[in-house]
Each structure stands twice: as structure tokens, then as C-alpha cells.
């Protein structure tokens, strides 16, 4: 079973930047997807960014594309997402997820993941 732990959220004003952590709790890093989920109240969850951790290509959403980058850190066991120029509509609970085996948009289905944390808060005031 893997454990997924997100970190680094918080509450910030628009145009600030944040960096989220996803700490696994054992060596998950084989040829899979990671990505990062958000949700906003009322709202459907949305894939926001994956990695494919065999090889490290990256797809992003739209909405965040040029403004998040996702990562990893092998040797740690994390993932991140650094989030800048940040807008009041990035507002959300941000999930870490893992296990996905399709890449492009697909990487941005929540469904063909296993694996989830329990998410950290972004706030960002306008």
C-alpha cells in the first residue's frame, strides 16, 4: 500500500507562489504517472499536472500551464508542484496521486489513479 503525504499549502495573495510537497512513504518511483489533483468547493476535481517518473516528461492543464511545474526528487521519494503567479481561481484543496499508467491528457483523469494523500489547502486572495 502506498502512502501519500502533502505538504506546504497555505494562504497567500495573488501573484504570490508556493511550493507543494507529495512525500511517499516507501520507493514508489517506477515507470507510473504522478500527478496533482485540486478541488475548489462545489467544483469537480481537476488534473492540474503529471510526471511520468520513468523518464520525467511533464503535461499540465491548461489553466496552469507556463505558471506551475511539476518535479521529482527520486532520492526523496517527493513530488512536487511549484505554483507562481498565483490567482484567486487557483483556489482548492490540492491532492498528490499516483499509479497512473496513461500519459498526454490522460495522465489528467483522476480515475486511473490508485493511489491519493488527503490533500493540503491553497488559499489565494485577491
Known amino acids: 500500500q502506498v502512502q501519500l503525504v502533502e505538504s506546504g499549502g497555505g494562504s497567500v495573495q495573488a501573484g504570490g507562489s508556493l511550493r507543494l510537497s507529495c512525500a511517499a512513504s516507501?520507493?514508489?518511483?517506477?515507470?507510473?504517472?504522478m500527478a496533482w489533483f485540486r478541488q475548489a468547493p462545489g467544483k469537480d476535481r481537476e488534473g492540474v499536472a503529471c510526471i511520468y517518473t520513468g523518464g520525467g516528461s511533464t503535461y499540465y492543464a491548461a489553466a496552469v500551464n507556463g505558471r506551475f511545474t511539476i518535479s521529482q526528487d527520486n532520492g526523496q521519494n517527493t513530488l512536487y508542484l511549484q505554483m507562481n503567479s498565483l490567482k484567486a481561481e487557483d483556489t482548492a484543496m490540492y491532492y498528490c496521486a499516483a499509479g497512473g499508467q496513461y500519459g498526454g491528457r490522460w495522465c489528467l483523469v483522476s480515475s486511473h489513479y490508485n493511489y491519493w494523500g488527503q490533500g493540503t489547502q491553497v488559499t489565494v486572495s485577491s
Open positions: 516507501r520507493y514508489t518511483y517506477s515507470s507510473y504517472y
